[in-house]
């Protein structure tokens, strides 16, 4: 908020801010990932699959709310297909994992560190609140992180196992700063 708060005071009036961040998923929704199953067996995190991977994230990450704390609740489910391997999680925390799987040699620097602050209607809302007139926010899912990070790497499904394609891969908003 802070953050958001110091940069919209450098606007001027009329002035425009454009954001590309991430979002939040809703804190309270939950979400099945399926992942191939794939063993490595090895500690060194460069050379983990992406499902071991996100076992150790889970007993590992700090969430900013509770700092005394580390980890976050991943459930393994029975594996709908041959050779996966099903979790369920809440998707905040799916989405912190599926954003930064990939950039492993900064794992360690960046564990404590969360990328997600605001849900969409959230980023709306503060936006208002310091006084801007909102004219356009979505999601933007970027096609070639979709293809290099995403396909054939991972699967999402509601609580209720109905697939929800892919996350976005960031959000937009531009909002003008008014008297």
């Known amino acids: ?12 009036t009329g002035g425009n801010i454009f954001i590309r961040d991430f979002a939040r998923p809703p ?12 063993e490595k067996g090895s500690d ?3 050379a983990m699959s992406e499902t071991e991977l996100l076992i150790w994230y889970s007993e590992h990450a700090r969430p900013r709310q509770d700092a005394g704390c580390g980890g ?19 998707y905040k925390w799916a ?18 560190v969360e990328y997600t602050f ?8 503060e936006l208002r609140g310091l006084g801007a007139r909102v004219h356009y926010t979505a999601p933007f899912w970027d096609e070639d992180l979709i ?28 909002a003008q700063k008014m008297k």
């Open 1 to 12: 908020k802070d953050c958001l708060a110091n940069q919209f005071t450098l606007l001027k």
């Open 27 to 38: 804190p309270e929704e939950y979400v099945l990932m399926e992942m191939p199953d794939i």
């Open 44 to 46: 060194d995190m460069e």
């Open 72 to 90: 976050f609740f991943l459930e393994e489910l029975p594996p709908r297909f041959p050779k996966t391997r099903l979790f369920r999680l809440p």
């Open 95 to 112: 989405y912190e994992f599926l954003m930064r799987k990939d950039d492993r040699e900064k794992w360690d620097k960046e564990l404590p």
């Open 118 to 125: 605001f849900t969409m209607r959230e980023f709306r809302k």
């Open 147 to 174: 293809e290099d990070r995403f396909e054939g790497h991972f699967r999402l499904y509601n609580n209720e196992g109905r697939p929800l394609g892919h996350p976005p891969t960031c959000f937009l908003a531009v």
